[in-house]
């Protein structure tokens, strides 16, 4: 939990003191990833080619880092328990899009790396 808020905050976003425990929750998350896209893609507009890589490192480590083995975990736990649920279909959706994203973020920077 302490490092979900450390990225958030190192990402510019506060959460409120009113708050005593920290949002755990996949909407959170997505939410959040959101957000990185967001100010990559106004970095983007600006032609703030450090600045978009930040926000790209950003996006990256919160994917590998929590985002991934959060859904892909959840994932496992809805197929097992409740196979034939429109609820487990859709969180495989949504596994399958967080790995792929994150994926692409590392063959991105495999491939700026080996051309350097």
């Known amino acids: 939990m302490t490092a979900i808020k450390e990225a958030y905050q190192e990402s ?34 600006d032609e703030e080619g450090e600045i978009v890589k930040f926000w790209r490192s950003k996006q990256a480590h919160f994917l590998d880092r929590f985002s991934v083995p959060f859904v892909t975990q959840l994932a496992l736990i809805a197929k ?20 792929h994203h994150s994926r692409e973020f590392a063959a991105a920077t495999f491939y700026r790396s080996s051309q350097s």
């Open 80 to 99: 097992k328990t409740e196979p034939d649920n429109i609820y487990t279909d859709l969180l495989c959706a949504i596994q399958y899009f967080v790995d």
């Open 12 to 45: 510019g976003l506060a959460l409120s003191e009113k708050h005593e425990e920290l949002p755990d929750h996949l909407g959170v998350e997505l939410e959040f990833l959101q957000y990185l896209s967001f100010r990559e893609g106004e970095s983007l507009k």
